[in-house]
């Protein structure tokens, strides 16, 4: 992937936000225009293969750009699966925790992609000691600084990330905001009235689609994983 192949394939939406995304970060980095991109996404949508194609496009062209998240697991597939061809120190410095930028100087860096922003913490460190807002360190430490979204996948009480959030220190920090949605569907044969559907029957929002779309589902809650299992 990293060598140049295109190892996910995008749709054409993806295609379209591809092009522009990488074309504005190229541009703010070459104007010095502080930028901020809030990309809304739901599950499905391709923003993490969005997000390892425009890191790969902005690397060859010479910039300081990285994949932040909160979540390791992602960063340690990458890790895994490229460790074999580049030396760790050069993944290690492409995927980077949201706390690793708590004393980040004002645009250190070209692009820093932050996926999962609704994952971000206010503080840092094992013992939430450090730094002051993982949005702002993120927004101040980037010209241009892209975060994928989706404030219906909150997991936890400390993850504060919301559009609101990236908006207030956008304007502190004089950034340009720039506001876009994903909404294809590429998981699920690329439904997006079976996610309406789901949406609708987990109340996460009103849609059209409230019947059963002609499928059988076997529905069941259960108390016990093991009880599942069997």
């Known amino acids: 992937m990293l060598k140049g192949n295109e190892e996910f394939i995008m749709i054409d939406e993806q295609k379209v936000f591809y092009e522009e995304a990488f ?7 070459r104007t010095n225009a502080k930028q901020v ?14 997000a390892i194609n425009l890191l790969v496009k902005l690397i060859e062209q010479d910039l300081v750009a990285m994949y932040v998240t909160k979540n390791a697991a992602p960063r340690n597939i990458y890790s895994t699966k490229l460790k074999k061809d580049f030396k760790k120190s050069h993944i290690d410095n ?17 692009i820093l992609i932050v996926d999962e922003a609704h994952r971000l913490n206010e503080k840092s460190g094992m013992f939430k000691n450090k730094g002051e807002n993982q949005v702002k360190e993120l927004i101040k430490g980037s ?29 502190e920090f004089g ?26 029957l987990l109340e996460i929002r009103d849609t059209a689609n409230t019947n059963d779309m002609g499928m059988e589902y076997d529905f069941r809650i259960f108390d016990n994983p093991n009880a599942m299992l069997d």
């Open 23 to 29: 074309h504005l970060a190229l541009n703010s980095v």
């Open 37 to 50: 991109m809030i990309v809304e996404e739901g599950p499905g949508t391709g923003k993490s293969v969005l």
């Open 94 to 110: 492409l995927f980077k925790g949201s706390g690793s930028f708590t004393e980040a100087a004002l645009n250190e860096f070209d």
């Open 143 to 171: 010209h241009f600084t892209i975060f994928f979204i989706d404030e219906h996948q909150k997991v936890t009480l400390s993850d504060i990330g919301s559009t609101e959030t990236i908006e207030k220190y956008a304007e």
């Open 175 to 200: 950034a340009e905001v720039i506001t876009r949605k994903l909404v294809s569907q590429i998981r699920c044969d690329g439904s997006d009235g079976y996610i309406s559907w789901l949406d609708d």
